[in-house]
């Protein structure tokens, strides 16, 4: 039998103290980031086109790392979503479908252009539903966003089926997948305009930054309309009908900060390494926790690269834990001093910013986000901590398992 410790919140000693620093991201400012800044400070020189050459540089190098015609980077991820729903002239009549568990800028940018929205529920990933979209979708469909969520592609195949058939544009938010490819395909390339944020928290970290992805000129020069004026629109707008709003584009600047651009462009030549790193510890914690009865390591398909791996969500099965609250076996793992909390964001069928699309509460979306909760996305830790880690959760399971179950063993 499993010895069984009295848990920190309960008076117990707390697995991990608090002076240990659980994780640390975005990736710390090294004296080569820093001169590769400040040597395009120094410089900070326009390129020909009128705009900073290192917004031109960074664009160059994201297109050809997803593999698009067309990258346009922004001030953020939110900024980019807002370019793109504009770009695609959503209108006030035209029904959108929106996946229920996302980030909420995913959706509420749109509902300044239409409040026809519809959210889809979860898979088993947390990725939108192709049943449930499937019943949702019809010719009315204008437009469907799909978020490939904590960096796992959805379901591609079906999604592109779908799209065929009932010919809605598609705009991916990829703003947890920098680099994931579904059937080494890269995310970033299906949809008619597709976004990635850059915000502190994400695998390519600039602070505050997104950028968006086409390969249409037309979608590419709205997108770039709505971002800039004068002089980069001078130079890039090509096509006749946009070029008489050069003097003021249309009247929004989501255009990116230069010092934004250029760390972009230092961090995007070490994704790479930071995904390696990442996947290794993960998929460690994944192979141990495949032996704690009732925790869940997050599923990762075969056909997929999860890239990024944006969030590592855990799924918990009260069943094996005395059917122990989920809420109260959170607490338990917090007080082990463990950096635990319940899994992104509440499904935005119940944000009040959506009440005027009037949607209804949809189960899938309600029993995973109430289900799984996340630890950090360890990058650059050591193992000692991730250790530390695992014997939290054992140490809080063996708590509440039944004590039965115990018995049988
Ligand atoms: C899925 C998703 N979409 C969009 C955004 C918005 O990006 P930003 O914060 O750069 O505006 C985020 C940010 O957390 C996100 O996670």
Redesign the pocket.
């Known amino acids: 039998m499993k010895k069984i410790e009295k848990l920190a919140i309960f008076g117990g000693k707390k697995t991990i103290p608090k002076k240990i620093i659980h994780f640390s991201w975005p990736p710390k400012s090294n004296s080569a980031k820093m001169n590769f800044i400040n040597n395009f400070l120094k410089k900070d020189k326009l390129n020909k086109k009128g705009f900073p050459i290192v917004v031109e540089k960074f664009e160059k190098q994201f297109s050809k790392l997803v593999g698009t015609k067309f990258a346009l980077s922004t001030n ?3 900024s980019a ?1 807002h370019s793109a729903f504009y770009a695609l002239d959503i209108r006030e009549k035209d029904e959108v479908i929106v996946p229920s568990l ?2 909420h ?2 959706g509420t940018p749109l509902l300044k252009f239409t409040k026809n929205i519809k959210f889809c529920g979860c898979d088993e990933i947390g990725n939108i539903n192709i049943k449930d979209l499937k019943k949702k979708i019809s010719k009315k469909t204008k437009l469907v966003v799909i ?1 490939h969520l904590g960096g796992h592609p959805c379901e591609m195949d079906e999604i592109m089926n779908l799209k065929k058939k009932y010919n809605f544009k598609l705009v991916e ?1 990829c ?2 997948a920098h680099r994931s490819k579904y059937k080494k395909r890269n995310v970033g390339t299906f949809g008619e305009i597709n976004v990635f ?3 502190r ?1 994400k695998l390519l970290s600039v602070g ?1 930054g ?1 950028v968006l992805v086409t390969n249409s000129r037309d979608l590419f020069e709205k997108c770039l309309l709505i971002s800039d004026f004068g002089l980069r629109l001078k130079s890039e707008l090509k096509l006749k009908k946009n070029k008489k709003y050069i003097e003021t584009g249309f009247g929004f600047k989501h255009r990116i900060h230069p010092i934004a651009a250029a760390a972009a462009l230092f961090e995007i030549t070490k994704l790479k390494h930071y995904i390696n790193l990442r996947h290794k510890k993960l998929n460690f914690i994944s192979k141990k926790l495949k032996k704690i009865k009732g925790l869940e390591p997050p599923i990762t398909k075969k056909y997929v690269n999860r890239g990024a791996f944006y969030s590592y969500r855990i799924k918990y099965e009260k069943k094996y834990f005395n059917n122990t609250n989920f809420d109260l076996f959170i607490k338990a793992l917090q007080g082990e001093g463990l950096q635990v909390r319940k899994a992104g964001n509440p499904p935005l069928e119940t944000l009040p910013y959506f009440k005027a699309c009037k949607p209804k509460k949809i189960k899938s979306s309600d029993i995973f986000f109430n289900t799984t909760f996340s630890i950090p996305t360890f990058t650059f830790e050591k193992m000692d901590l991730i250790n530390l880690y695992l014997r939290g959760f054992q140490k809080v399971c063996n708590y509440f398992y039944k004590k039965s179950f115990y018995r049988d063993k």
């Open positions: 953020s991820g939110t979503l996302t980030f800028a995913t978020t938010d703003s947890h944020s850059m915000d928290n505050e997104g």
